[in-house]
């Protein structure tokens, strides 16, 4: 195998200090969480007292300062272990630099510290019951009042850390009329009036994580709560098109961990079980499927790992990202499937890593932007376009 470059000694040292973690603090419980729909709340705590969140944000903020590599790493060890109930990264990467990068000074001392504790949860509410990749096409409001306030009105569903979430920044028109151009962010807060959270939603899989409907009736945002302030107003468009790469990129990350954590089940299963008299492992079905597997794994690895170094970089590029995200996701589903059909029937068993597996990995293909608009989106960067 290529030896990977991108980690220095001291993140293997944090890679170790967090499996500790996740071994004391997520995996004997993680089970639990996926019967009851939601991870304890006391979790974001622990990973807040030790460090695990917001690690990339200024110390000034309650953050460490630390590259992106380090979230990497959190990434991979969360997909390696199956913990797909932990919205740590959603947290940690998306919402928190969002606030970071276009947030008032006020803003990012109010709310920065508060996230990287865990005393406040994080969610953005993009989609919507009729628009999810498509982002120009949302209908939640927020209008401006005579008092310089936003009356927000519309809902929102499939949230990550909806549930749980004491911070949402909202994705809404604040000049319907100018499409995509009147697009803003709104941070809004629980207890906020006529703020709701809905019913957590039952998934294929995912089950850990409390992904919800919200619901915004009337809520009185103030004036100090558009992100960014007057100069970000209708901005929001741009800012999401200039965070989704790294969001697209993560999805691509937690793929590849997901994909080489499938093949080491496998390859522990196959040498172990039975099957007319010899261990399945000896089959040259069984070899050349792992053989085969590894390889293209391997492959998205390297491509991963290049994307990484571009976004430290910052010159990753959408169409990159879009590709990462697509063929990763793609390969992962590939993966489990051949996987499971391995293990046999205790394939479909739940108490199997590699069934729950399999059903958390069908998503990826879909959040984040579909992989048929990650197409269009490529095609587009060569030139092409459509009707």
Request: aromatic residues 10%; contains cysteine.
């Amino acid at each position: 195998m290529i030896e990977r470059s991108l980690f220095t000694p001291e993140h293997d040292a944090f890679r170790d200090a967090f499996r500790r973690f996740m071994d004391k603090e997520i995996a004997p419980f993680h089970a639990a969480w996926e019967d009851q729909g939601y991870v304890d709340r006391a979790v974001w705590r622990k990973a807040g007292d030790n460090g695990f969140l917001c690690m990339t944000m200024p110390e000034a903020y309650g953050g460490a300062g630390a590259d992106k590599l380090y979230s990497v790493v959190q990434m991979e060890e969360l997909a390696r272990g199956g913990f797909t109930g932990l919205g740590y990264g959603l947290h940690s990467e998306i919402v928190a630099p969002y606030i970071l990068h276009y947030g008032t000074e006020a803003q990012k001392q109010n709310y920065l510290p508060r996230l990287a504790s865990g005393e406040m949860i994080g969610a953005i509410a993009m989609s919507e019951p009729a628009a999810g990749s498509d982002l120009q096409g949302i209908k939640a409001t927020a209008l401006q009042q005579p008092d310089g306030s936003y009356l927000l009105n519309g809902s929102k569903t499939f949230i990550t850390n909806g549930w749980h979430a004491d911070l949402v920044i909202v994705v809404a028109k604040t000049h319907p009329a100018a499409g995509a151009k009147g697009t803003s962010l709104l941070l809004v807060e629980r207890g906020m009036a006529g703020f709701e959270v809905g019913k957590r939603l039952k998934k294929l899989g995912l089950k850990a994580q409390d992904t919800s409907e919200l619901f915004f009736n009337d809520v009185h945002v103030p004036a100090a709560h558009l992100l960014g302030g007057a100069a970000q107003e209708n901005k929001g468009f741009v800012c999401l098109m200039e965070q989704l790469p790294w969001e697209r990129l993560q999805i691509a990350i937690t793929a590849v961990a997901s994909a080489q954590a499938a093949i080491d089940w496998t390859l522990a299963y196959v040498k172990d079980r039975q099957v007319f008299g010899q261990p399945v492992a000896s089959f040259q079905n069984t070899r050349y499927t792992l053989a085969a597997l590894q390889t293209e794994v391997q492959v998205a690895r390297v491509f991963v790992d290049k994307c990484i170094e571009l976004v430290i970089g910052g010159q990753l590029d959408t169409a990159t990202a879009s590709m990462a995200k697509y063929w990763c996701s793609d390969l992962q589903c590939k993966v489990m499937d051949e996987c499971v059909q391995l293990f046999g029937g205790y394939g479909y068993m739940w108490d199997y890593p590699i069934t729950r597996a399999y059903a958390d990995a069908r998503v990826q293909r879909i959040y984040g932007g579909t992989n048929e608009i990650m197409k269009e989106v490529i095609s587009r960067a060569m030139g092409l376009t459509g009707k």
